[in-house]
Structures are given as structure tokens and as C-alpha cells.
């Protein structure tokens, strides 16, 4: 309980610090939103318009402690502000509408990517020294290293412009109305195979080869032997002993991949134009627009902050360890 108690605290005390510096940032920079636009109209905006717009940005001349007091208000009500770049839309409404994209892409990729590369390091390793030892580790050790942008312009120019084998932009295909229909669907699985590929083979190699590691280092362990000594059956040792306990690593390094299924593969989604929330945050950092950078920003602190609360929570319970300070979680 009192670690719980403890993490609990760490949590909200992260979520706070993550707001604040959330809220100065935008107003150490110089100039604001409405400045922004102003100037894009080229002065044909009156004084009036222009105090107005500020208003509604929320940038004011009221003092500092009031404007976070307000801010404060505004997170608990679910008001991010207006998106400069999609005027007058709210910012929560431009997060609603393209994170979903992100979450499906990455995070169904990403959890692909966990399981086969987890698989395929346990395989390895009990069978280390084997053809797939020597072959898989080296081959999806050259993908990792390549920039994830390289690997998809790759894929891009071999199977969407040469071969056309799949579209090269988009979500789903422009002629369609998007609804739950097996069209649409059909249509969102087809442009997702590009970009979910790259994601896929990008991160494969960290999977398979951190769980390899582990497990050979599991597997010289005395109590591994010791079973071995006894008779347990291969699949047994393998997945009862030595698999359970050499995936606790991953577990934690599983936790932050899923903080950052959030912000998406930036580079991936805007190499694709894919509509996702790494593509916004591209799109509002270029046209200056800060509330969405704001309210991206926000959303991806928070994402990362409670998956990894909630992972540790899962720790617990698969290492009691870790509540009494034997192993960092």
C-alpha cells in the first residue's frame, strides 16, 4: 500500500509539473497567436479585431498567477482553447478527430511488433547458436538502424510508386463518406499497411533482441539449471521459468512504447500524410499555431505519465520486488 500510495503521489505530482511548464512555455515565447494571424492579414484587421482575437486565444494583460488560474479551469473543463490553424475550431476537437488515427496505426503495429519480436527472442535464445540466431538478429539489426523516414520512403517508392501495389497517402481512400462500413474498413487496412510496416520493421529488432539477452542470461541462472537437473520438460523450463522471468524487462520497456503510441511516428505519418497526431503537431509547429501545440504537447505528457503509472501497478503483481525496493521498476 505504500508504495502505491507513493506512486500515486509521483503521478500527480508529474501531471502538475507538466501543466505548468505546459503553460509558461507558450508565453515565454515571443509574440501570440492572434499576433500571428494578424500578420497574415497584412494589417486588415482594426485594433479592435485584433484585442478581440487575443481575448478569445486567451492571451491578455491579465497577471500571470490569473492566467494559469484560468488555464487550471479550462483543463478541468476540457477547454484547450482555439486552434489557430483550423480557426475557429477548439483544439479538442483537432485532437479528437486525429488521434484515433494514431492510436489504431501505432499502437496496433507496436503491440505487433512487441509480440512477434518477444516471440521470436525467446525462440532465438533457447535455440541460440541456429540458423535464426545468426540470420534474424543481423538482418532486423540493419532495419532498426536505418532512420525510420528512409525506411519508409523505401517502402513508399518500391510498393506504392513503382509497384503500385498500395496507396502512397491518406487513411482511407477520398471517394469513400468515413463510417464503420466493410468498405471503409477495407479501404483503412489497405493505406495502413505501409506505414504500420515501417513502424513494424523498425522496432522489431529492439524487441527480439533485447528478449533474446534476457532470456540467455535467464537461462545461465542456478535455479534454471537446477530445474533442468530435475526432469522439467522443455516447455516447461521455457516458458514457466525462464520466459516468465526474463520478460519483466520488457514489460517496463513495453511501457514506454505505449506512452509514445500517443505522439505517433512523426516522421512515419508525415513521410504517408497519414492523419494522425504526429501529423498535426508537424502541421501546427509549421503554421505556428500554438494552442494545438499546447494541447498536443499536454496530451502526449499525460499519455506517457499514466501508461507508465499504470505499469508499475502491473509490476506489483508480476514481481513483488518491487514494492520492497529489491529491483527498480
Do not use: C
Not at 508504495?3 to 503521478?11: A, D, H, K, S, T
Not at 484587421?45 to 479551469?73: C, D, R, S, V, W
Not at 483543463?75 to 488521434?99: D, E, K, R
Not at 539449471?225 to 520488457?250: C, D, H, M, T, W
Request: charged letters at 10%; hydrophobic letters at 50%.
Amino acid at each position: 500500500m505504500r508504495y502505491v500510495l507513493q506512486r500515486v503521489g509521483f503521478l500527480f505530482l508529474s501531471i502538475w509539473a507538466a501543466v505548468t511548464i505546459n503553460f509558461v512555455l507558450p508565453r515565454l515565447m515571443p509574440g501570440n497567436p492572434a499576433g500571428a494571424m494578424f500578420a497574415k492579414f497584412q494589417g486588415r484587421m482594426t485594433p479592435m479585431a485584433l484585442k478581440a482575437l487575443e481575448a478569445e486565444f486567451g492571451f491578455n494583460n491579465q497577471p500571470l498567477i490569473i492566467q494559469y488560474l484560468h488555464y487550471i479551469g479550462g483543463l478541468f473543463t476540457w477547454h484547450l482553447g482555439l486552434s489557430f490553424l483550423y480557426y475557429p475550431t477548439p483544439v479538442t476537437a483537432v485532437i479528437a478527430s486525429s488521434l484515433p488515427w494514431t492510436v489504431g496505426l501505432v499502437g496496433a503495429f507496436t503491440i505487433l511488433s512487441v509480440f512477434v519480436g518477444t516471440s521470436l527472442g525467446i525462440l532465438i535464445a533457447w535455440r541460440r547458436g541456429g540458423l535464426l540466431d545468426s540470420v534474424l538478429p543481423t538482418t532486423f539489426m540493419f532495419l532498426q538502424s536505418s532512420p525510420a523516414f528512409w525506411v519508409a520512403f523505401m517502402l513508399l517508392f518500391i510498393f506504392g510508386f513503382t509497384l503500385s501495389w498500395f496507396p502512397m497517402s491518406h487513411a482511407y481512400s477520398n471517394s469513400l463518406v468515413l463510417g464503420f462500413t466493410p468498405p471503409v474498413v477495407v479501404s483503412i487496412i489497405y493505406h495502413a499497411v505501409l506505414p504500420g510496416a515501417t513502424i513494424f520493421l523498425s522496432s522489431l529488432s529492439g524487441w527480439m533482441i533485447g528478449m533474446r539477452n534476457n532470456m540467455i542470461n535467464t537461462l545461465g541462472e542456478d535455479y534454471i539449471v537446477f530445474a533442468e537437473a530435475k526432469g522439467i520438460s522443455g516447455g516447461r523450463l521455457l516458458f514457466s521459468y525462464a520466459a516468465r522471468n526474463a520478460i519483466l524487462p520488457q514489460v517496463t520497456s513495453f511501457a514506454i512504447a505505449l506512452g509514445g503510441i500517443v505522439n505517433g511516428s512523426i516522421l512515419v505519418e508525415t513521410v504517408f500524410s497519414y492523419p494522425g497526431i504526429g501529423y498535426q503537431l508537424t502541421s501546427a509547429v509549421s503554421s505556428e499555431d500554438y494552442p494545438l501545440i499546447q494541447g498536443t504537447f499536454l496530451i502526449i505528457a499525460l499519455s506517457v505519465l499514466i501508461v507508465n503509472f499504470i505499469v508499475d501497478m502491473l509490476l506489483v503483481k508480476l514481481d513483488p520486488r518491487v514494492r520492497t525496493g529489491g529491483v527498480s521498476s
